[in-house]
């Protein structure tokens, strides 16, 4: 059991290096090894939130395809969505990919506190991420009252 436990750690923490770097490669053998596509790494990152910081879309679509869930929140605090992530640096690709795979366009980091993805890109100022980012929220379903 311990050793299962070393060895998943081993994995996660070698997988998400390899979405910081944008390796499709390594990202699909350690996948294929048995590396969770959700568990963190010691300091609480997530392997798609690395790889939506980097805008690896390829590595975001290894990622969601293995089932790593698109509004996981990274880190301990400091950190937050993927959608986020890729929307504060402006990686359009990636903002598409995770919309297409069921982001929620409005999730603000933080726990619900912080910052939502369109306002990340507005920051940038990234145009593309944020005319993006808001026909995905104007085209959410209306909450019932």
Do not use: I
């Amino acid at each position: 059991m311990n050793r299962n436990r070393r060895r998943g750690k081993k994995l996660s923490r070698a997988l998400v290096t390899a979405a910081m770097l944008g390796d499709a490669g390594t990202a699909r053998r350690l996948l294929r090894r048995g590396a969770s596509p959700e568990l963190p790494d010691a300091h609480g990152t997530t392997p798609l939130y690395a790889a939506s910081v980097q805008g690896a879309a390829d590595v975001v679509a290894l990622l969601l395809a293995a089932g790593a869930r698109p509004d996981t929140e990274s880190g301990h605090g400091d950190e937050g969505t993927p959608l986020c992530a890729a929307a504060c640096w402006g990686h359009a690709g990636t903002v598409r990919l995770l919309l297409a795979h069921g982001a929620d366009p409005v999730l603000r980091e933080d726990h619900g506190t912080g910052r939502a993805p369109l306002d990340w890109a507005e920051r940038g100022p990234h145009p593309e991420t944020a005319l993006l980012l808001a026909a995905a929220v104007s085209s959410r379903p209306a909450a019932a009252p």
